[in-house]
């Protein structure tokens, strides 16, 4: 029992830090289905994509025997910008050459082309990093200031790196919020979201929004892969499948379509994964170990189209006449 | 969008699928990159300038070329390529050609079945060298079986893969009942008290962790801890607890790719046991991936890198001459592993007086082979595992990938297989 105490704070901390990455890329699922009701499964091949993105710079640094000289912090802040900046614009790219020739068709047509799109993605960044580096199972370089400890009080001490990548998160959502309620631009944003007709209506020009949010979602999913890099070390053309499809779970858990939905479902998911994992063996005495804990992920979301459809934060909807 | 974008998008878009590959067409097979086909099938075999006579003999490889574990599955199939290169010669003096017909198994056991079955059915195929992953040799060889193709194993070390005591199949390594013991023996060496075991549920990593746990229960190394995951990237909820009980060494059974990024996590997060594994760590991509978090950890191996074995320096400096970089683990068996495929194959023709021999005649002549090649001398029990095996403690010393083959050498023992239970 005192051993569950020990580690409470431990994963309490991994708990955040795969919440809040899973926050980040629920945003790009939630705020694109907000505005076209539509669920965008290539994500977790953008939010890959800036892994990748990430973890090419950094090995071309390293190549360059520039990534010791310069301030590790910088060089992470400049990664997350690039990696925004090339998956929002892969976002954008994707949206105007799969979804939007298909935007009069029925539902199910768009969703079968996100999921084409997804499959390509991947094994296009396969193709390509295996003609380029001739192997795609990269690992990103480590850097020594990231895992120093920090103790806080006498028994707790966390690595930097945790840190850094909640506080990393919490500016982006807090960005996020700011630019989607406070600016215009996030009005005309919530205005296609809640009525497109209406919204051109009244000047908005919509497929300007859309592609907006298809960079801002974009661009927080790419951040995110940086971000998962780093924690973890090794990616793949492949890691965006199992994180993809928890951060969807995530965003319906928060209420689809709503971004304070997105983080707290995020936060939620990654808390409950954390300590499911962990506590897992030690609560069941060896029976069941921590190769369960998609279990508890994957029945939150049964349970939660069962018993609250429209999530934690989420209204109900209602029939449009 | 119009008629003419959409035709010259699909156009644009098959030339960019199918350009980037032409330059491998025109390349030997074994150059980079393995653009792993999705269906598997064949890489193409290197061209022979003779004319065939009698008919054309192959040998096959299977292992994974591609994925994460392709760095040993690569030196399998280049081992058995300069095998045949160099080796060849007897069997073309009686008039077959000699080819080498890899096949990538990306360490699964559903695509390892389905090359066997494509491997079954080409008659020209008489010995497969394969696999790494003992979770796919042993689905596998059950298709050679139904044919009985010889297989003969670099790499698998999984004690099932010669306990059905098949015909057909041999191995040239070591066992997992012996080698999770030698680890177990060693951590109680070095005296320790506590140890916290992982495994990645396949039946290779959780056979030898297996092993290596009933040999430290004996020995009252206290294990406190017994998982299995196949998470390949956020190891977190497993290093918390484990670092909280503070075991005074780790074993990791399973393969590089997945341990040396636990382990990396492992030390970042401050855990300062000690680590050990089993030959599934044994290669360079284990440093490449893991770095520094990795000096000073012991592995134990069946393999070896090069440098253990007397007779494979020119075998070394041919790979690397011909392949451009330092061989694998695994390799040299392959060698040997092809070398052996190739003594019974000769037998089996002279058997049949000239004429192309019979699966079974090769497999039994396989049985027969007594072979002194890279890694020792090499004699079969009645069941397909080597009657002496070596295995090795190593220690490695660098976390620079090219200097795999420099890892100390703790220990060497030399042990009979264990007999067949009945």
């Known amino acids: ?321 | 969008m119009s008629r003419t974008f959409k035709i010259s998008l699909t156009i644009l878009l098959v030339a960019g699928l199918v350009l980037p590959v032409t330059p491998a067409w025109a390349q030997a097979p074994t150059k980079p990159p393995a653009k792993a086909p999705a269906a598997p099938a064949p890489a193409k075999a290197p061209a022979q300038a003779a004319v065939p006579a009698k008919g054309t003999i192959k040998i096959a490889t299977q292992s994974p070329l591609s994925g994460g574990q392709a760095a040993l599955g690569e030196g399998i199939k280049n081992g058995t390529q300069l095998a045949i290169e160099k080796l060849k010669g007897p069997i073309e003096k009686l008039g077959f050609k000699v080819e080498l017909v890899p096949y990538d198994d990306q360490a699964k056991p559903d695509v390892g079945v389905s090359n066997a079955k494509n491997i079954i059915a080409d008659k020209d195929i008489l010995v497969v060298v394969g696999h790494l992953n003992s979770g796919v040799a042993i689905p596998s060889s059950e298709v050679y079986k139904e044919v009985t193709l010889a297989m003969v194993s670099p790499a698998n070390t999984n004690p099932t893969v010669t306990d059905r005591n098949y015909l057909n199949v041999s191995r040239v390594c070591g066992r997992d009942d012996v080698q999770g013991a030698v680890g177990a023996e060693f951590a109680n060496g070095l005296k320790m008290k506590s140890a916290f075991v992982i495994h990645d549920k396949t039946p290779y990593g959780q056979g030898v962790a297996e092993f290596f746990r009933d040999r430290a229960n004996e020995r009252r190394i206290q294990i406190l801890g017994f998982e299995g995951t196949e998470e390949k990237a956020n190891f977190d909820p497993i290093i918390t607890p484990m670092a909280a009980k503070k075991p005074d060494i780790v074993y990791f059974g399973g393969i590089y790719d997945q341990a040396a990024v636990f382990f990396k996590q492992a030390r970042e997060k401050g855990v300062k046991a000690k680590f050990l594994g089993p030959d599934g760590m044994d290669s360079s991509d284990l440093v490449k991936i893991g770095g520094k978090a990795l000096v000073g950890m012991h592995y134990t191996t069946v393999a070896g890198p090069t440098s253990v074995y007397p007779q494979a320096k020119s075998f070394a400096d041919e790979y690397k001459k011909k392949f451009r970089k330092d061989a694998e683990p695994f390799a040299a068996q392959a060698y040997d592993s092809a070398a052996i495929g190739m003594k019974a194959i000769e037998a089996a023709i002279k058997a049949a007086e000239g004429k192309m021999p019979t699966r079974e005649a090769v497999a039994k002549a396989v049985r027969t082979v007594k072979h002194t090649g890279l890694t020792g001398t090499i004699e079969f029990d009645e069941k397909g595992d080597p009657k002496k095996a070596k295995y090795f403690v190593l220690e490695i010393v660098s976390d620079n990938p090219e200097k795999w083959n420099d890892n100390k050498l703790v220990r060497t023992l030399e042990i009979n297989a264990p007999p067949l239970k009945k």
């Open chain 1, 1 to 321: 029992m005192e051993l569950a105490l020990a580690i409470f704070p431990q994963v309490l901390m991994d708990g955040i830090v795969l919440g809040f990455m899973y926050a980040l890329i629920a945003l790009g699922y939630t705020m694109v289905y907000g505005v076209l009701e539509f669920i965008n499964f290539a994500h977790s091949e953008i939010f890959m994509f800036g892994a990748f993105v990430g973890v090419e710079i950094l090995l071309g640094l390293r190549a360059r025997e520039l990534l010791d000289p310069l301030n590790p912090f910088l060089v992470l802040l400049v990664i997350i910008l690039l990696a925004m900046a090339l998956s929002g614009a892969l976002a954008v790219a994707i949206e105007r050459v799969a979804y939007r020739p298909l935007r009069g068709a029925p539902r199910l047509v768009p969703l079968i082309s996100a999921i084409g799109v997804s499959f390509f993605l991947q094994d296009a960044v396969r193709l390509f990093e295996s003609l380029w580096r001739n192997a795609f199972y990269l690992v990103y370089p480590t850097v020594d200031v990231f895992n120093e400890r920090i103790k806080i009080g006498e028994t707790l001490d966390f690595s930097l790196k945790s840190f850094i990548i909640i506080i990393a998160a919490l500016l982006m959502l807090v960005a996020l919020q700011f630019v989607v309620n406070k600016t215009k631009v996030g009005k005309a944003i919530r205005a296609v979201a809640e009525d497109q007709a209406t919204a051109s209506l009244m000047g908005i020009n919509v497929n300007r929004m859309i592609s907006l949010t298809f960079l801002i979602g974009g661009a927080m999913g790419g951040a995110a892969g940086v971000l998962f890099g780093v924690q973890y070390s090794a990616i793949n053309p492949f890691t965006g499948f199992i994180p993809g499809i928890k951060a969807f779970t995530a965003a319906v858990l928060g209420g689809i379509g709503n971004i304070p939905g997105a983080m707290v479902g995020g936060l939620v998911l990654g808390l409950l994964e954390a300590f499911s994992a962990s506590y897992l063996s030690l609560l069941t005495g060896g029976a069941f170990g921590a190769e369960y804990k998609d279990i508890f992920a994957f029945s939150v979301l049964i349970l939660i189209l069962i018993f609250r459809p429209r999530g934690l934060l989420g209204e109900v909807v209602r029939e449009r006449t």
